[in-house]
């Protein structure tokens, strides 16, 4: 039973990884997860037929002891641990990983080494310096492109991994829309694949208290989801009714009740993506602005009501948990990464997962965004060509495992499980996955007040919400710096591969 919960779980978060196109805003994320995969029958005893392995059709290699070194991203918030496990803790997702990678040393004969940063960005710099010093210090990368905005390709550091021999972007392990999303003119910096548990762990999602829903008789909040009707309106209208100065002080602070909780930076730029919009997309080789539209700056009106307008929104700190707890049913709704959810399992008022509203009715599906903690893998751009075909073959093998037996695992332990079995979550799940939207604009970009794509961040609150000015002032600079990366990208394709 466990296992056909977690093939459901499965199918509804991997329902649009293979077949989303995510170049375009017009037809990706569909309005419905896919039909079997969401609809879960977790009550009912299925037939008991496990469903297939798929088998990742690698050929018998012997890697004669040789040790794959993997740089990987490290701070205080996401580390190596979503890749790699040094030790057997206990931990079900962890023990997973340790013995994923026992499995394959077995195998082919192998070893793996796990070299951390140690900070936002410090694991390119260090992949920068060996680079330079052609001293070959790491095999693969997990890195958050993110970090460095776009330093990865203007300086060069990167293997194409449409280069790299056993990748196979037909099997339904790869996120291929991801892939394809960052190939251009047939170079490819980095991939994404069911090995990142991170690829899950950072998409942007809402979770609602079903107690306080209960207790007040909210809107059926699910329904509207299904029925397509979960709209910035009616998002508004059932926050509304939450906000309360519940020790009377006249102050709205951490004592009170809202309708809603947010970091006002990260989180809040979601609100953009789920209005269907991305940041930048490169166009027949020009770069093609998002977020400069009536349309968005309907949204920024109405954000800026939601978040500054009325005592509705309670601000979480940047990279914080909220100081208002769970459990104190005074936070309905609330912005997280299903990654945050792990902190969510022990509480005692049950938590609904939902995607972000759609701006109306017509808008075709809901839409999220990735958090840049998603990261990507790579191979150093100077890897030697056994190197490459090594690492090729491993990443085919471990991200093989991870969609057969890690994934559907790291779903389950996410579900709110403890007091009450929610079938409707993993249904959501779907939802959310669907509409998971990477952003050229976002990875190569950094935290920057005149970046386009941190619009809603820096400059919602200083322009009242009125953001055409602050767009047309900044449109410029961001086309170039984005064309510049573009340049990187033409460099590297014409290389030989
Ligand atoms: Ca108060």
């Not at 550091?157 to 996120?175: D, T």
């Not at 690492?391 to 389950?412: H, Q, W």
Request: proline share 3%; charged share 25%.
């Amino acid at each position: 039973m466990k296992r056909i919960l977690c093939m459901l779980l499965a199918a509804a978060m991997l329902s649009l990884t293979a077949c989303s196109e995510q170049s375009s805003g017009e037809d990706g994320a569909q309005s419905s997860p896919s039909g079997e995969g969401a609809s879960p029958t977790v009550e009912t005893e299925p037939a008991e037929e496990e469903p297939a392995r798929l088998e990742d059709d690698l050929p018998d290699t012997d890697l004669e002891g040789w040790t794959m070194r993997i740089l990987s991203h490290h701070d205080p918030l996401s580390d190596e641990r979503t890749i790699y496990a040094y030790e057997l803790t206990g931990e079900t997702v962890n023990d997973l990983i340790y013995n994923r990678d026992l499995s394959l040393k077995k195998r082919f004969n192998c070893d793996f080494e796990l070299i951390p940063g140690n900070g936002w960005a410090t694991d390119q710099s260090m992949l920068e310096a060996s680079v330079r010093a052609g001293s070959r210090d790491y095999d693969m990368s997990f890195l958050l492109p993110f970090a460095t905005s776009g330093a990865l390709i203007t300086k060069g550091l990167l293997y194409n991994m449409l280069a790299v021999p056993h990748l196979n972007f037909e099997k339904p392990w790869w996120h291929t829309n991801v892939n394809s999303l960052y190939t251009i003119g047939g170079y490819l910096p980095f991939v994404s694949s069911d090995y990142l548990i991170s690829s899950y762990q950072y998409a942007n999602a809402l979770i609602f208290n079903k107690k306080m829903a209960m207790d007040r008789g909210a809107d059926d909040i699910y329904g509207m989801v299904r029925e397509g009707t979960w709209t910035l309106d009616a998002f508004e209208r059932v926050i509304t009714e939450f906000s309360q100065d519940v020790n009377g002080d006249g102050q709205y602070t951490d004592e009170d009740s809202y309708g809603f909780a947010s970091n006002f930076g990260y989180h809040a730029i979601t609100w953009g993506y789920a209005i269907g919009e991305l940041g930048v997309q490169f166009v027949d080789g020009e770069a093609v602005l998002g977020f400069c539209d009536e349309r968005f700056y309907s949204l920024a009106e109405w954000l800026y009501g939601i978040l500054y307008g009325g005592n509705l929104t309670f601000e979480i700190g940047w990279d914080k948990d909220c100081e208002i707890n769970w459990d104190t049913d005074r936070v309905f709704m609330q912005a997280i990464w299903l990654a945050d959810l792990v902190k969510f399992r022990d509480c005692e008022s049950p938590y609904g997962i939902i995607p972000y509203p759609k701006y109306d009715e017509a808008q075709d599906g809901y839409y999220t965004y990735m958090d840049a903690r998603s990261g990507n893998m790579a191979v150093p751009i100077d890897a030697e060509a056994d190197t490459v075909k090594n690492v090729g073959l491993l990443m085919e093998a471990m991200s093989c495992l991870n969609f057969n037996d890690i994934v559907p695992e790291y779903l389950n332990s996410i579900m709110n499980y403890k007091y009450a079995r929610d079938p409707e979550s993993v249904e959501m799940l779907g939802y959310i996955s669907a509409g998971r939207r990477w952003d050229i604009g976002y990875t190569f970009s950094s935290v920057d007040a005149g970046n386009i794509v941190w619009i809603l961040d820096f400059h919602l609150k200083s322009t009242g919400g009125n953001l055409a000015s602050k767009v047309a002032s900044i449109e410029k600079v961001n086309r170039k710096t984005y064309q510049r990366i573009l340049d990187g990208y033409a460099d590297l394709a014409s290389r030989e591969w």
